[in-house]
């Protein structure tokens, strides 16, 4: 399996859990997204972008990264230019630091609908800000490690069929549910979490480093 860690321009916070899933992996940092760089003590291999909102004050090691520079008006956002480079060198994992959050609510909804995509196309693909994480559901069964009392939520891009939880506080048993249906938002995990799905296209968005409340 090769590794790939993508840092996009979204939220991000370190933490011990985030430090283990990047670890030993290759880095490709998508133009804002090098901030994270410093954040997470990486040094990527490639710069990827239009450049448009490259951080102030990088140190020489991070402004000495190889460049992919692409016109502003372009027709792929400089992630997606970031994920398909990483899959030209030959991901099979992806870690998307940065997917959530930032100034452009369209390009994390993106990284949410593409993370689903590459998954059906037999990518690993976890999407994180550190404090959350989300995860593409295929069909069939799935287990996460997840400690008990983690807040969780389903998010469906397509009716779902055959939607089953368990070990969750709110289990569900073989269901139907709409597409934009609440009712998998806000569960939370009780045991050994295991999410089976017979068909659809879903993520699994779990919060595993809860932040204080403002």
Same mark, same amino acid.
């Given at each position: 399996?090769?590794?790939?860690?993508?840092?996009?321009?979204?939220?991000? +916070?370190?933490?011990?859990?985030?430090?283990r899933q990047v670890e030993g992996s290759r880095v490709i940092a998508a133009d804002a997204g090098m901030?994270?760089?410093? $954040?997470?003590?990486? $040094?990527? &291999?490639?710069?990827?972008?239009?450049?448009?909102?490259?951080?102030?004050?990088?140190?020489? &090691?991070?402004?000495?990264?190889?460049?992919?520079? =692409?016109?502003?008006?372009?027709?792929?956002?400089?992630?997606?230019?970031?994920?398909?480079?990483?899959?030209?060198?030959?991901? $099979?994992?992806l870690v998307l630091a940065g997917a959530f959050g930032g100034k452009r609510t369209d390009h994390a =909804?993106?990284?949410?609908?593409?993370?689903?995509?590459?998954?059906?196309?037999?990518?690993?693909?976890?999407?994180?800000?550190?404090?959350?994480?989300?995860?593409?559901?295929?069909?069939?069964?799935?287990?996460?490690?997840?400690?008990?009392?983690?807040?969780?939520? +389903?998010?469906?891009?397509?009716?779902?069929?055959?939607?089953?939880?368990?070990?969750?506080?709110?289990?569900?048993?073989?269901? &139907?549910?709409? =597409?934009?249906?609440?009712?998998? +938002?806000?569960?939370?995990?009780?045991?050994?979490?295991?999410?089976?799905?017979?068909?659809?296209?879903?993520?699994?968005?779990?919060?595993? =480093?809860?932040?204080? &409340?403002?």
């Amino acid at each position: 399996m090769s590794k790939f860690t993508i840092l996009l321009g979204g939220d991000l +916070i370190r933490t011990p859990l985030l430090d283990r899933q990047v670890e030993g992996s290759r880095v490709i940092a998508a133009d804002a997204g090098m901030s994270h760089a410093r $954040t997470l003590s990486l $040094t990527p &291999e490639l710069w990827v972008g239009d450049f448009d909102s490259v951080p102030a004050d990088l140190p020489g &090691e991070l402004a000495a990264v190889p460049r992919q520079v =692409f016109p502003a008006e372009k027709d792929k956002t400089d992630g997606e230019l970031a994920i398909a480079a990483a899959l030209e060198r030959g991901a $099979t994992s992806l870690v998307l630091a940065g997917a959530f959050g930032g100034k452009r609510t369209d390009h994390a =909804f993106l990284h949410l609908a593409l993370s689903v995509r590459l998954a059906e196309a037999g990518t690993e693909v976890l999407l994180t800000s550190g404090a959350q994480e989300g995860t593409p559901l295929l069909r069939g069964k799935a287990g996460f490690d997840y400690a008990d009392g983690t807040l969780f939520s +389903i998010l469906g891009f397509s009716d779902l069929t055959g939607l089953t939880v368990t070990g969750a506080k709110w289990p569900l048993n073989h269901i &139907e549910m709409a =597409f934009g249906s609440s009712l998998t +938002i806000s569960n939370e995990v009780k045991g050994r979490l295991e999410i089976a799905l017979g068909s659809g296209r879903a993520l699994l968005l779990a919060h595993p =480093f809860p932040l204080p &409340e403002s």
